[in-house]
């Protein structure tokens, strides 16, 4: 658990499409039917966390630390999202072996859309968002020799290199995309312009630095991905 907040939905995991495509859990709706079941708790911040870009791996729900939920267990809830949860035993996949369906897929993906595409979705996609994943779950971190010599199965060295390259670049933030035009208000003055902005001074420099966060935590998984993958560093 995150230092110094509850976890009130673990860690849920999409479910795989014949396409290979990730069938996202709905975090947004389980968590109004948690708070539909917790009222008390309603107005509270919530930290949706999600590791991925488009197609997210794994996302979860935490808050911050306090004595009224220190004894929260989220199994009480479970049945809430219990589809995105790992099966029991015998019942595949577990989390952690979702892997050996990722590359699955992307033997399918690479033979009907081609190499790229099949790069994209499984290193540019799953395997960082595994690594990221194992950084919390010790069960994780033991699958990734596993996961990576699959991948070196189904690719060559060089197109993991060029994939590496490019994976997750992201553009400068820019600010000028929270900023509205000029507002058409009759008999509004150009001076009072700031108090129709869309977001405010503040707010567009919290979103900078949570860009910047972001970007940086990008750059450091492709650098851990390409250790594994290329084995460069070690």
Not at 7 to 22: N, Q, S, W
Not at 46 to 59: N, S
Not at 203 to 223: A, N
Request: with cysteine.
């Amino acid at each position: 658990m995150t230092t110094g907040r509850i976890v009130i939905i673990p860690f849920l995991h999409g479910k795989l499409a014949p396409d290979g495509t990730l069938i996202e859990p709905d975090i947004d709706a389980i968590l109004e039917r948690w708070l539909e079941r917790h009222p008390e708790f309603q107005g509270r911040e919530f930290h949706v966390i999600k590791t991925g870009g488009d197609e997210t791996c794994l996302v979860r729900v935490t808050t911050d630390e306090s004595p009224d939920l220190a004894s929260y267990d989220p199994a009480q809830d479970a049945d809430l999202y219990e589809a995105f949860l790992a099966k029991s035993e015998g019942s595949p996949p577990k989390f952690e072996k979702i892997w050996i369906e990722q590359c699955e897929a992307a033997k399918g993906i690479e033979s009907e859309f081609g190499t790229q595409k099949a790069l994209d979705y499984l290193v540019g996609e799953k395997f960082l968002n595994f690594l990221e994943a194992a950084e919390e779950n010790a069960v994780f971190r033991a699958e990734i020799p596993a996961f990576v010599a699959e991948i070196k199965r189904i690719f060559e060295p060089w197109q993991l290199r060029e994939c590496l390259e490019k994976t997750r670049q992201t553009k400068p933030f820019d600010p000028a995309l929270y900023e509205p035009d000029e507002p058409d208000v009759p008999g509004v003055d150009y001076g009072d312009y700031e108090r129709y902005a869309g977001e405010d001074p503040e707010t567009i420099e919290m979103l900078r630095q949570d860009d910047i966060r972001e970007c940086t935590r990008d750059l450091l998984l492709v650098e851990r991905a390409r250790e594994w993958l290329l084995e460069e560093g070690q």
